[in-house]
């Protein structure tokens, strides 16, 4: 311990000294507190920095910010060293020369400090800095005010710090910033006045929030703004008189981050103001004021919470009152539910109901709901373990698509019950089904301002029992396998239609299917380009065998699509998913699969060809005025994928019509990936028919597409996209104004402060069915400035690039 001295004025060592700055007691230090100088708000230049710290670190980035890393003292004790110090009788104290006190958390230092003993506070002079864990400050002056806790120990003393012309920085979230004063108290609150902040690098003031006055309550975790402006290049540019917000992951009641977009003149064409609510640790609301350019205020609000039964859910509610561009009332409901009940049980609710079929292409939500042509409502029951899963299911929808008839709009199931059943006993697989389902739709409704309405066949509702059971055996080597498996499946309904009241049919019938799935695997080294490889040959062999059923044409198709061309589709052993078509099958599918295998094990080229040989004509269509299908074979399909680089991937499917002498499908896929923000994709698709009146081979659909993001630097990228629309069309046929059906062209350029992004878009959709040509063709053009680490300034081209481009949802970018 150091020696005890006399109370009268003398030159002292600082380590001696400092005990009478102490609220309680000093250690004497032999060492400097700080072994090395930290560079001014603790921003290292890259060439101070590690490997490791420059890792991940763009060349566009001049250096970092390293967050100090201080031992806490305990026990309220407080360190200090000076060159030199003088102390008087009474306790006041002067300290000369790379001043350091250290107390706690936190550090400061100055070139000189005073302090009056009387009045419990210091005074620090010149180059005065305070850093600890989380905040970097550098002033010209600082005062240290202490107020004793006098029915506590001195430990729970209250403090004040405070700092002139101060310049701060918050290392670990990249923000540095300047005040006029800075106070820092010990009960965990700090005020700034005339303040601003910035994530840009120190020098590189090219955007920054300014304030009147910031105050932050770390303990209750928010914060608070007055006269708040966003600046870029010191010009104001957006204004909010009050702002409350949250300064760390705590949910606060408070202002969040507006969000507002320009158009093309730089006019304001919206403006989003969310207020969070945090109603209790399980329940918060947000309430958004929604501007619209040329339409008004859209309230938009959302309700939060999680329970113990019913789990997390969601209520997103917005309301136009007036829309200022055709005067009418708009407004969205989207409600959304899901948890587990129990070990096996969980449930799942959604709602969805817009005003009109124009609410989402117009006022651009940004809730979760679902944006399809189909607007689901569900609910959902489902049990589940290893053998046994239930699942009760009540299902509608909301159209949102005018060009789609009543007649092609999908049946609400209300409700279907399904039961599954499926167990192993060593080699031998045996399931089943059982499922109750009622299947209805509107029969009248207004489309396209003309009422339409079901009558007939069309008008049928029903109810439909399904029961499906199925044996399998499997014999597995590692070479081969083999697996054949019975199964019969029994169909019920009662039909009813509100087109008349006293039809009420019933048809039922059951169908049994045989099936034999089998396949071999050969391997042999193989000798590509001086490597050694491993070539696979993978024939398989599929037979199933169900007989014609008469009748089904009398059975609307409640929930059954004809299941789409594919090679895994061969050996599916069925025409049509759902369960309203019990296709006749007397069928053989034939394949082959080869494969090459590098060292490393992955698949450099995988080659698949395979047919269906059928026995006999299928009979069973999905619609009662289909031809039957007399052919011996169905197409050919082969798929190719290769990989001749770590880069490169190029994919290949064709399905040829061996009767019709055409291709039905023809597509050609090209991906090269070099980097993980570089990426070009070229796709051509091709798709014909036959015409059954005719004879003729039809174009359907030929289109190419070149799209690509390509970045030149870590600063500099291009963005483009072409989608060719390359049919030959007849005379009258409805078609685009320009082959061109899509084009996009662009660039970004971004450094550590900002990016910037410019879009260039032109589109030819095809009209409505009244019309031969398309009635526009619309260009636009778009931007966007996002400020690294707040917010961004435009809106839309992200979204629009990540259509676009195939692969750039996984584009790595710089951001804080």
């Known amino acids: 311990m150091p020696t005890r001295m006399p109370l009268t004025p003398s030159r002292l060592p600082a380590r001696y000294a400092c005990r009478l700055l102490l609220i309680t007691c000093c250690t004497a230090s032999t060492s400097p507190l700080v072994q090395a100088e930290t560079p001014l708000l603790n921003w290292y230049p890259r060439a101070l920095l590690s490997d490791a710290e420059l890792a991940g670190l763009p060349s566009f980035c001049s250096g970092r910010y390293l967050p100090n890393q201080l031992q806490p003292l305990s026990d309220g004790r407080l360190e200090a060293e000076s060159e030199q110090a003088f102390v008087d009788r009474n306790g006041n104290a002067e300290f000369t020369g ?5 107390r706690e958390d936190y550090v400061l230092k100055s070139d000189s400090a005073r302090w009056d003993a009387s009045l419990r506070q210091a005074e620090f002079d010149s180059d005065v800095s305070f850093f600890n864990d989380e905040v970097t400050v550098h002033s010209d002056h600082a005062r240290f005010q202490e107020q004793p806790n006098a029915t506590q120990s001195a430990t729970s003393s209250r403090s004040e710090l405070v700092l002139e012309s101060a310049n701060y920085a918050l290392p670990a979230r990249h923000m540095r910033g300047t005040a006029t004063s800075m106070t820092t108290r010990s009960e965990g609150t700090i005020e700034l006045n005339e303040a601003t902040v910035t994530w840009c690098e120190p020098g590189q003031d090219d955007w920054r929030i300014a304030a009147s006055h910031i105050y932050l309550d770390q303990q209750q975790g928010i914060g608070s703004a007055w006269n708040t402006r966003l600046e870029v290049m010191d010009i104001p540019v957006f204004y909010i008189p009050y702002y409350r917000f949250p300064i760390d992951d705590r949910r606060t ?15 304001l064409e919206e403006l989003k103001l969310p207020f969070y609510l945090n109603l209790a640790s399980n329940l918060d609301a947000t309430i958004a004021p929604h501007y619209f350019n040329q339409r008004g205020w859209l309230w938009e609000s959302q309700l939060r919470h999680k329970t113990r039964w019913l789990g997390d859910g969601e209520l997103n509610y917005a309301y136009l009152n007036q829309d200022a561009t055709d005067e009418r009332e708009r407004w969205l409901i989207n409600y959304q539910q899901s948890g587990t009940l129990g070990p096996h049980w969980q449930h799942r609710w959604v709602y969805n109901h817009v005003s009109d079929n124009d609410y989402l292409a117009d006022l651009n939500s940004s809730t979760a709901i679902d944006r399809t042509t189909h607007l689901p409502r569900l609910g959902q029951l489902r049990y589940q373990n290893d053998t046994w899963r239930f699942e009760l299911l009540a299902e509608g929808f909301q159209t949102i698509d005018d060009t789609i008839d009543l007649t092609d709009r999908p049946y609400k199931r209300l409700p279907q ?105 050969f391997e042999r080294p193989l000798h590509w380009f001086d490597t050694i490889q491993t070539q696979t040959l993978e024939p398989r062999l599929f037979w199933v065998k169900s007989p014609y059923q008469s009748g089904q044409d009398t059975i609307p198709a409640f929930d ?47 080659f698949s060809l395979g ?72 796709s051509v698709n091709k798709v014909q028919s036959e015409n059954s009146d005719s004879g003729t081979i039809e174009t359907d659909l030929y289109q190419a597409d070149i799209n690509a993001f390509w970045a030149l630097s870590d600063r500099w990228a291009l963005t483009g996209r072409v989608l060719k629309d390359m049919k030959n069309y007849p005379e009258g046929e409805r078609r685009p104004t320009s082959s061109v059906l899509e084009s996009l062209a662009g660039f970004e350029y971004q450094n550590c402060c900002w990016r910037l992004q410019v879009l260039y878009k032109e589109s030819s ?52």
């Open 560 to 606: 059954t699509k004809v299941t789409s061309v594919s090679y895994d589709s061969l050996f599916q052993g069925d025409r049509f998913i759902g369960a309203d078509r019990l296709a006749d099958l007397e069928q053989v599918s034939l394949g082959i699969t080869s494969r090459i295998i590098d060292q490393r094990g992955g698949e450099w080229l995988r």
């Open 611 to 682: 047919r269906v040989y059928f026995g006999d004509r299928r009979q069973v269509q999905l619609d009662s005025d289909e031809v039957n299908d007399s052919h011996a074979t169905s197409s050919t399909l082969a798929e190719v994928e290769w990989r001749p680089g770590r880069h490169w991937r190029l994919n290949q499917t064709l399905e040829w019509d061996v009767y019709g002498d055409y291709a039905r499908q023809r597509r050609l896929g090209v991906d090269y990936v070099p980097l993980s923000n570089r990426m070009l994709n070229l």
């Open 98 to 102: 790379s001043v350091s006190m250290r």
């Open 765 to 816: 959709p095809t009209a409505d069915d009244s019309a031969s040509y398309s009635t526009e063709k619309s260009q636009s053009l778009m931007f966007s400035i996002q400020l690294k680490g707040l917010s961004t300034l435009g809106g839309g081209t992200d979204a629009t690039v990540r259509n676009s481009i195939k692969g750039y949802s996984r584009r790595q970018y710089h951001d804080y």
């Open 253 to 267: 009641t408070g202002f969040l981050d507006p969000s507002f977009s320009l158009g093309g003149n730089a006019g």
């Open 417 to 521: 019950a399904t039961l599954d059943y499926q167990q192993r006993y060593d080699r031998w697989r045996v399931s089943s089904r059982l499922q109750g389902s009622r299947f209805e739709r509107e029969d009248s409704a207004t489309i396209n301002g003309s009422e339409q309405t079901l009558t007939g066949f069309a008008s049928l509702d029903g109810r439909r029992l399904v029961s499906d059971n199925a044996i399998a055996w499997r014999f597995e080597q590692p070479y081969s396998y083999i697996q054949p498996e019975a199964s019969y499946r029994y169909r019920y309904y009662r039909l009813s239609s509100p087109d008349s009241f006293d039809y009420n049919t019933v048809v039922n019938y059951g169908v049994p299917r045989y099936s034999l799935d089998s396949g071999l695997f």
